[in-house]
């Protein structure tokens, strides 16, 4: 990969951009939503959208039917709508069962669903693998109901069907590939799931223009069911994916998390943190914990593969996480934006990283006669900065025995890792430093 | 071993008791006190009682003369006791010989040991090794002696006798065997000595009821020359002591000190600290040092044994240590079922700690299915805790790969040991964990 | 290396006589300011002086022409001098070329140096290979200048010679050798730089009267060229240096800095910890990092020599350095006597560790019998003080099992080296203890 410049302005706002187009539809495990939301990501993408019937067994599970949702409401007594599906899918719970019947505010009670700390926010609720069906709602709203007969009517079908899922694939240099995946489940909620999906999509545009070390794979699946099934279906391709993250709430303006891998000292645990460490941007380095989103699979111990996860605030550790809170004002252009940076940043150095062997290793070279302080003072005549770039010289020829690669050397000296490569870069071209293949 | 329930409570009342029993006995390194004491401990569990003839070489030490003595006085020349062996034991110098004779103030002076910064307590001084004798007395006391002939007397007895041991052991599946040892030489003293002893006695009761891994041995001893006694005359049993405690200054207020094992990094160190981790009360975790207890012998480098000490506040460190304030009264019955209860805790932890292998080690098992969510609600309809439980359950499995045991599990989530291994207990019911011998 | 009394007091003495001898001379990295200056070293140690060709190839750099000035002034148009090397060779720029024209204060200006940050010093500048001349002077002095004619004159030569450097080596009984590198080609400046060289230098005089396990080698060398001159011609020598320290910054007021060797955790690296450790003064370890002084030759990849640096204030990060205010109000010999103890210090752990047996390793020896406590006593009857020495000599019994020398015992233990090593002679002594070849 060569280092492009990269238009991040315009990156951000086709990333919520297409957040907004993603934001409406219903999703859900199965069903028409996800393949709605998968034929979007195809106008940006050639992104290929595979069927799983229902009844497929997948490891320990099996594909759920299918469900499909057309319109839903609960109305009073005297016919007015006080819960409209059509206003927001999370009206619904997901995966309700048809259901249409007149019914007291007793009975309707145990399927209402509300959020008495966020009285103002309805709930995201869902019942997959559990026949049952629910409204959901805000709790001023609930508190207002009446004693009343109410017709609740969910227009749903739950029938064999298939389980959906999008794939996309980026061949590079190398067969070792890096995974990036996202969740394609959860209906009008924007920083869990969307934020992960349309990072995901403009980071496979943009890494399909450049010619790369490493091959990509991009996944778009539904979450934990999703994850199963597309292990199960590809598990020769597993052998193949040498590391991997998990994208998701990446646009809220919380400091950055990165959640290591389960093996939690390899290749891209350390990118990551460096990444985070050379942004200057607060963050947060977490071990492995077995919860979460689909690391759980990926990182179970029949796969055990480095798959980690660069978030800003963790699931569930947001007040709007899995409510109607969770909304296109909730994340911003800029958030977003700065956390696709952090993913390019990640692939830049899994791209440049590369050890190499100092030709001088005797003492130092005679830096001046080579012209690197003319070349430095060309950049910028401030003698410090001057001086820095020497410095980054001098760490660079000092650590390449064959021992460090440049991320090793960048990580010990703090300095910035694309400075370092850009001295790797100016010493190779002087002769002074060879690449070495490891 | 069967987690069973206990009534600790009642062996609060069991151990403090013991200890009043005891307290007023006249112990030494050697004579009738410790034999009184082990007689009284053998009325709760069956102690063999060893004895070791004076002159015994055991390594670089002998066995000394026996110690014996009936009264011991100081009078002043009005015939007043002013210092009475009948009042506390503590009032003469431990293994002071016989004496009879009417001496100046002058001369009595460098015979008396006193705590000029703790005017009211009276000290506890011996002198095993070096023939010579003393009174000891509160500092007030000390003050107010006046010129005068003074008539002293002790009728004590050095004489060749034996040294006094006492030893139990309990047979487990296992020959490996765990080590817990007291120190029985100490006089009218509590927190130091005797806590450790009640501690030990009962334990070894409990213990002795229960189906059991391990073997179990338990020692009551006098400090260093006992303990080299018995290394000495026992060298063969110490191949299977895999690990021990030194039991002692259990029943005073302060927070929990585990002074590690020499090597540090055994098993018994991670589960002693597991057991204060799960405790939630303050503690703190000291790296071996060779100086203290018995550890100094049982870690010499000749055995280096990993045995570490679980105390409260480590000796030396409260201020009654070795005076006549370290008495019934400083120890609360509280405490030392604290100090039992962590004992027993760490016990549990060796006997059911256990490595296990995931069946479903491909992406999670559906716990559902399977009614763990069932299970859980049974317990606990609160969601809170049924994903609690959960979470446990996916530690287990996902760690579960045959490197770690449930107590590794347990270190690195930060669980409790006792729900870990609820969870793995569960998932080997239902078939998705199996035990493997390591 | 036997204890030797040192009068620490009369070596502080000499540190700062040497240094107002050595500090008027007009140094550079060639020239008669370095002979001059070895000469009066050669009064006190018999330092070899060796002279390499200018033009000789060293690795990758060659002997640059040599330098050597007789005076130079700036004169206004009345005559006066403005500027006078007279006053102090900082003046003028290190390696000008020779100059003697007149010309208007425009065409002046770009050859004159200040810091407008602290306009009451003089910069220290110079321009070893670029071929240039200037002048150095106070702010204050340049603010004053009107537009004039001005007479510029230096009388420099710079033609083929040779670059000098001084040697000293001290055979101990091993082959084995401990480097001590110091640079002396500063003009007037004192802590960088001429505190390193009175140290080495009384260091030299100091060993060279001592019997010794270890071989010492001394370089009096001019920064970078010089280091890399030394290790290219004698390169042979380089397999025997086992150890190493740079020394510079040693007599300014600032807490001492220990710059590690590249390897990092290596003999010198825990003896100089420790050394610090023990001293109780502040002190900070920092990790090796490749700019500084010749340890960056020293340590480059085909060296890689375990050579550290032990400083006080770091160079570079007092506002005095490589300005007249580094003379000789700013060091002062206290701080000198305090660095040149720690360097002594580290000698004595390097010349005294060594690995023990216990040759009585089942449970401790009995250490009354032997008369440790009457020992103790004789020294000092406090009893807290007594215990202080039984601990030493327990400490020294339980880990002396072959595995640890006496350094790891004290490191472990925080005691002192110099009393675990007194415990240890005092064990081997009783024979308790036998020293093991490692």
């Known amino acids: 990969m060569v280092k492009t410049e990269i238009d991040y302005k315009k990156i951000g706002k086709n990333l919520y951009s297409l957040m907004e187009d993603l934001f409406p539809i219903c999703r859900s495990i199965t069903g028409n939503g996800v393949r709605e939301t998968l034929k979007i990501i195809k ?20 594909i759920p039917k299918e469900w499909n949702i057309k319109d839903a409401y609960v109305k009073d007594s005297k016919g007015n709508k006080i819960i409209d599906f059509q206003k927001t899918n999370l009206h619904v719970m997901n995966y309700s ?13 145990p399927h ?30 609930y508190k207002k109901l009446k004693e009343d007969t109410y017709e609740v009517f969910i227009d749903s079908t739950l029938k064999n069907g298939s389980l959906t ?24 909620l924007c920083n869990d799931s969307l ?11 943009l890494l399909s223009k450049m010619k790369l070390k490493y091959s990509y794979r991009f996944l778009f699946i539904p979450e934990t069911i999703g994850a199963i099934t597309w292990l199960s279906q590809n598990e020769k391709k597993t052998k193949n994916i040498k590391y991997g993250l998990v994208a998701t709430c990446l646009g809220d303006p919380g400091k950055y998390t990165y959640k ?21 941007e607060d963050h947060q380095i977490l071990d492995f914990w077995p919860i979460g989103s689909d690391e759980r699979q990926f990182c179970s111990p029949g796969f055990n593969l480095n798959v980690g996860s660069l978030m800003r605030t963790v699931y569930g550790c947001f007040p709007q996480y899995h409510t109607s809170g969770d909304n296109l004002d909730f994340v911003d252009k800029k958030y977003l934006t700065g956390s696709f940076e952090k993913y390019m940043d990640a ?42 770039f020497i410095n980054e010289l001098l760490w660079v020829l000092n650590f390449s025995d064959g021992n460090n690669s440049i991320l090793d050397i960048a990580i010990r000296s703090g300095r910035d890792f694309k400075k370092i490569k850009y001295a790797a870069d100016a010493l190779v071209n002087k002769k ?7």
């Open 260 to 280: 290591k891998t389960r093996n939690g000292d390899t290749l891209i645990d350390k990118i990551v943190e460096k990444v985070l460490f050379d942004s200057k």
């Open 97 to 109: 069962i048809p259901i249409h019947k007149k019914i007291k505010l007793k009975e309707l009670k």
């Open 112 to 141: 209402l669903f509300t959020l008495p700390d966020h009285p103002d926010w309805i709930p995201y609720a869902h019942s997959y693998y559990k026949e049952n069906w629910g409204f959901c709602l805000t709790h001023n709203q």
């Open 347 to 388: 692939v830049y150095i899994f791209e440049n990283n590369a050890s190499y062997m100092n030709l001088n290793p005797k003492c130092e070279p005679q830096l001046r006669k080579r012209g690197f302080y003319d070349m430095a003072e060309k950049v910028d005549p401030d003698p410090v900065l001057v001086e820095v």
């Open 432 to 438: 002074l430093l060879k690449k070495i293949d490891k």
């Open 165 to 188: 899922y999008g794939e996309y694939y980026i061949k590079g240099k190398s067969k070792d590939e890096i995974l990036f995946t996202c969740y394609i489940c959860h209906p009008s």
């Open 43 to 62: 106008k940006i993408i050639p992104v290929e959208i595979k069927e799983v019937p229902s009844g497929t067994k997948v490891f320990d599970w099996v």
């Open 195 to 205: 934020s992960g999906v349309v990072l995901v999509t403009y980071l496979a545009k």
